[in-house]
């Protein structure tokens, strides 16, 4: 079975600091990953994937992440934090169509 | 690019009534679609998985009585909420995968209300 766990329910940065959103994940076979954002009452933006072609991956709004095999991790980073950042960051691994999420980390922009 | 379109985007109706969510692909062919549901602060949770033309395969625990899926064409897949109760009140989204592609494009999502 295929699972991600975010580490960290809520991540406070202040603007112009690096943000890092953690994601590992358990996979049997080589994993799709997503990172999605989801603004308040809105739907989900994918931000970037990984599909097994090069493990560093950017994505939009300056956003980019590290696929490594050896620690199953893809964590998320952009290194200066907007205000307009502020959002739920979504992980989800993909073998087949179906998407896994996991549970979501908050991330606050302060000024 | 792909959008995804759900109506409504809020919707309140009274407890043991029917609800119908539309989840269209715009501009693309979508072979499947997913429906999840989210409860506030909380993840998104796969209900089912809807299959032009098939029958929908729903997710342990998703009443499919409870939860009708109906994919009737390429760029149109249903979900109706049966005998509404104040505990379906949630954020349903619906996504879509391109039939020629990976992608899985997401709408923006439907608020339900049952009072």
């Known amino acids: 079975a295929q699972s991600v766990t975010q580490l960290g329910s809520h991540v406070s940065v202040s603007e112009g600091a690096l943000v890092l959103l953690r994601c590992n994940y358990s996979?049997?076979?080589?994993?799709?990953l997503f990172w999605y954002v989801q603004y308040p009452n809105q739907g989900l933006q994918l931000l970037l994937k990984?599909?097994?072609?090069?493990?560093l991956v950017k994505g939009i709004n300056g956003f980019e992440a590290e696929f490594k095999k050896s620690e199953t991790s893809f964590h998320l980073t952009k290194p200066s934090a907007h205000m307009s950042d502020a959002a739920e960051y979504f992980c989800?691994?993909?073998?087949?169509?179906?998407?896994?999420f996991g549970t979501g980390t908050r991330l606050q922009v302060f000024p | 690019g792909a959008v995804v379109s759900q109506h409504p985007s809020r919707v309140i109706c009274k407890s043991g009534t029917s609800v119908k969510i539309e989840c269209r692909s715009l501009?693309?062919?979508?072979?499947?679609m997913f429906w999840y549901r989210q409860f506030p602060k909380q993840s998104l949770m796969l209900m089912a998985t809807?299959?032009?033309?098939?029958?929908?395969?729903?997710e342990q625990g998703v009443e499919k009585d409870k939860f009708l899926i109906n994919h009737a064409s390429l760029t149109l897949s249903t979900l109706t909420v049966t005998s509404a109760h104040p505990e379906d009140s949630s954020f349903y989204i619906c996504?879509?995968?391109?039939?020629?592609?990976?992608?899985?494009?997401f709408g923006e999502g439907s608020w339900l209300t049952v009072v």
């Open positions: 996504s879509a995968r391109r039939g020629d592609g990976n992608t899985i494009y």
């Open positions: 996979s049997s076979v080589p994993p799709y």
């Open positions: 990984y599909t097994s072609a090069a493990t």
């Open positions: 989800a691994v993909s073998h087949t169509d179906k998407l896994i």
């Open positions: 501009d693309f062919q979508a072979t499947t």
């Open positions: 809807s299959n032009e033309g098939s029958k929908a395969t729903y």
